[in-house]
């Protein structure tokens, strides 16, 4: 996977950074990496309110994390979603 996230939290960094001016740093996509919603969306290619609706209905078992009102994802969960729906043999 090629994505790329602000390190090391992307919601705490932008703010840091826009705060003292620094550019914005990227990092490679850790498999522990937490994304958010809209990075999760991005990366499993559908909109961000698609992505809600999948996890308010249960409709697939895409685990997440919340931290207070937060929903992030893993990277490695959102990795194996991907694994799990790809049909036939890639080489």
């Not at 990092?27 to 999760?40: E, G, K, S, Y």
């Not at 698609?50 to 994390?65: D, F, G, I, K, S």
Request: glycine share 4%; proline share 5%; net charge positive.
């Amino acid at each position: 996977m090629t994505t790329e996230v602000v390190a090391p939290f992307p919601f705490a960094a932008r703010d840091l950074h826009l705060e003292i001016g620094m550019p914005r740093k990227t990092v490679p996509l850790a498999q522990d990496a937490l994304l958010t919603t809209d990075q999760a969306a991005r990366i499993l290619g559908v909109a961000r309110n698609t992505l809600e609706n999948w996890r308010c209905q249960n409709a697939y078992p895409l685990a997440y994390v919340k931290i207070g009102r937060r929903v992030l994802y893993r990277a490695s969960d959102v990795d194996a979603f991907v694994r799990a729906r790809t049909v036939g043999a890639s080489e």
